[in-house]
């Protein structure tokens, strides 16, 4: 059963178990899912990723089939999902229950995918395509919020929002709550309120995630994945800042080969590696050896022709790769 964004009010009466929700807007996924999909405000709620699920499936088996005396209703939520959990949850298709509630959050699926299509056919399956924000719907989005918050801002001031947005309501609301926090005493904000109180952190994002990944900080290299909604060009961006960092690193370990002090290298090294910088640079050149940093940079490189060919799936091909990356020990 297809049921579009614009009718998600009947989410709330629908009485299915298992929700698809497929497509690139990350933003208006999360907002759909706390609106409408959560059984009850007092229910356990369980996040896995498709990764997780597909290596430890007893762990869903055993959220699925226990029942705790402690909680009523529980929600499990499937994020990065692809046709590769098909044959998983296809065993729950059968299994209609009104306390456990699953959702699948995947990226755009095509029409040949086994799980868009299963869940547009069958009745008691509820499925909801969701697309990409345009310009004039996050105007409309930010006009409104301010509105109901009786805050006082130009157009013009909009605008530079929505810009600055990349066109992905996720950021436009993060945005919008960092100035509802700046204007509770202060219910006017100026053009040059939004220049300070925003920033394209993108560049920053990019260079946290690599980081994190290099570290080996599988925790935190997820949660970065999971918080932002990445797209091609992201990744091709995200690429190209590890190939940076990773050269950086091989340099280091071949100087490590013959000076052992960790400290003496990174302090010496040129060009001058930022103060705030060196603990991670250090622990990174710890987490890898010399040939395991020359393999990486080569991977790198077939990974950016990889995405570049596969563009429709470049997202999913990136985040498995880095979370592979973030757990192997060398």
Not at 54 to 80: H, M, P, Q, V
Not at 96 to 124: C, H, M, V, W, Y
Not at 157 to 163: F, G, K, M, P
């Amino acid at each position: 059963m297809i049921i579009k964004t614009f009718e998600a009010e009947k989410l709330k009466k629908n009485k299915s178990n298992l929700f698809l929700l497929y497509g690139d807007n990350e933003g208006f996924k999360n907002q759909i899912i706390n609106k409408y999909l959560i059984l009850e405000d007092n229910s356990k709620i369980i996040k896995y990723d498709e990764s997780e699920v597909l290596e430890k499936l007893e762990n869903l088996n055993a959220e699925i089939k226990n029942k705790s005396f402690f909680e009523d209703k529980k929600t499990i939520i499937i994020k990065r999902a692809s046709d590769k959990i098909y044959k998983i949850i296809e065993e729950y298709l059968t299994e209609p229950t009104e306390d456990l509630r699953i959702i699948i959050n995947a990226g755009p699926l095509d029409k040949k995918s086994k799980l868009r299509n299963s869940f547009e056919k069958e009745k008691n399956l509820v499925c909801v395509p969701f697309y990409e924000d345009d310009n004039l719907t996050l105007s409309k989005l930010a006009n409104t919020f301010f509105k109901e918050k009786k805050i006082f801002i130009s157009q013009e001031s909009i605008n530079l929002l929505v810009e600055r947005s990349k066109n992905k309501r996720e950021n436009l609301v993060n945005e919008l709550n960092k100035i509802d926090s700046y204007a509770i005493k202060k219910k006017k904000v100026s053009l040059d309120d939004i220049y300070k109180l925003t920033n394209l952190s993108e560049n920053h994002s990019y260079s946290q995630l690599c980081d994190q990944c290099l570290t080996k900080n599988l925790r935190k290299t997820t949660n970065i994945l999971n918080e932002n909604n990445y797209d091609n060009q992201d990744c091709i961006a995200i690429i190209r800042t590890m190939i940076s960092k990773v050269k950086r690193l091989v340099k280091l370990k071949e100087e490590n080969l013959y000076e052992k002090n960790i400290d003496t290298i990174v302090t010496n090294f040129k060009p001058p590696i930022f103060w705030k910088d060196k603990e991670i640079v250090k622990t990174q050149m710890k987490n890898w050896n010399f040939e395991s940093a020359k393999k990486l940079m080569y991977e790198l490189n077939n990974l950016e022709f990889l995405t570049k060919k596969n563009v429709d799936n470049s997202v999913n091909i990136l985040k498995d790769f880095i979370i592979s990356k973030a757990k192997v020990s060398n």
